[in-house]
């Protein structure tokens, strides 16, 4: 279905970012539709830490408050659906979604997150964000003075292992294969008692997601509390790239400090082009966009 209306900014993604951002635009009185398909990437999470006011509330539960605050502003919508193709426009962009719908924007917001990709570990994903975790800042407070391993190689075992330390010091590396340590950095591990495994990963036992043991491909099983793992992602939308926006090294979208994109009248917020992935930081980059989209209507418009 097409329709006439033009809205004033288009944000593709309605979890915290999104809303944020929302809830910044709706607040100026601008025309907003949130597109999302309601698949978060932390539905597995138990409990979200670190935020102010929110410390221990289930993801879901701020989502949904989130939800219920953002729509109280009448100016805002959302629609549940997925964006699957967009382009640039005379009067500014013109979105698809997998329903068919054809959406007019002033301003695009790309609040899409990632997708994490899962090794090939039976049990893995079944821990992912329970008990295999990805950062210090968000879980780690609860698996403290617990014994921990961290799945990672290299520069970024050796700085997970520098922050993980501080929470317990029963600590071990698994590397899944070769491992790969400058010997400067070998010396500090054996100074802090942190021992590398590079025995093979083939399952994670556990018990509703919580860890029990590694188990290798040699038969051995090691018991583990908690697992910090360094896996890698894909941007969870093609849009971005498919219009021109611009990527890090790394493979998060390219923003400026006004979470503002390589492309005029685009922004993105939240874990799609941050590598510091809480709800907290995705609050904020949010209203960030939020206002900044709105600050790019203002100057057009007075």
């Not at 409990?47 to 729509?71: C, M, R, W, Y």
Request: charged share 20%.
């Amino acid at each position: 279905m097409v329709t006439n209306k033009i809205y004033d900014v288009v944000i593709i993604g309605g979890s915290y970012s999104g809303l944020s951002a929302a809830m910044a635009l709706g607040r100026s009185l601008r025309s907003v539709l949130i597109i999302d398909a309601g698949k978060p990437c932390n539905s597995q999470t138990p409990h979200s830490h670190n935020f102010l006011t929110q410390d221990g509330v289930k993801p879901n539960i701020i989502a949904q408050k989130a939800i219920k605050e953002v729509l109280e502003y009448s100016s805002v919508s959302i629609l549940n659906d997925f964006a699957v193709s967009g382009q640039k426009t005379d009067s500014g962009f013109e979105i698809i979604t997998k329903k068919g719908e054809v959406i007019a924007a002033k301003k695009l917001i790309f609040a899409t997150g990632v997708k994490d990709i899962m090794p090939q570990i039976t049990g893995f994903s079944d821990c992912w964000g329970i008990s295999v975790i990805h950062c210090p800042y968000c879980h780690g407070y609860e698996f403290k003075r617990q014994k921990t391993g961290i799945l990672a190689n290299g520069n970024k075992a050796f700085h997970v292992a520098s922050m993980v330390y501080n929470l317990t010091n029963n600590v071990s590396i698994l590397t899944s294969g070769k491992s790969d340590f400058s010997i400067e950095q070998i010396e500090k591990l054996k100074k802090h008692n942190i021992e590398v495994i590079e025995k093979e990963i083939v399952e994670i036992e556990h018990t509703n997601g919580n860890v029990n043991n590694v188990v290798f491909k040699n038969g051995e099983k090691i018991n583990f509390n908690a697992i910090y793992a360094a896996i890698t992602f894909e941007q969870h939308s093609q849009i971005p790239a498919s219009i021109g926006c611009e990527f890090s090294e790394l493979g998060y979208i390219q923003v400026d400090d006004f979470q503002k994109t390589s492309i005029e009248g685009v922004f993105a917020c939240g874990d799609n082009s941050s590598m510091l992935r809480s709800v907290a930081n995705a609050v904020a980059s949010g209203n960030i966009a939020g206002a900044m989209a709105n600050m790019e209507l203002v100057t057009e418009q007075f």
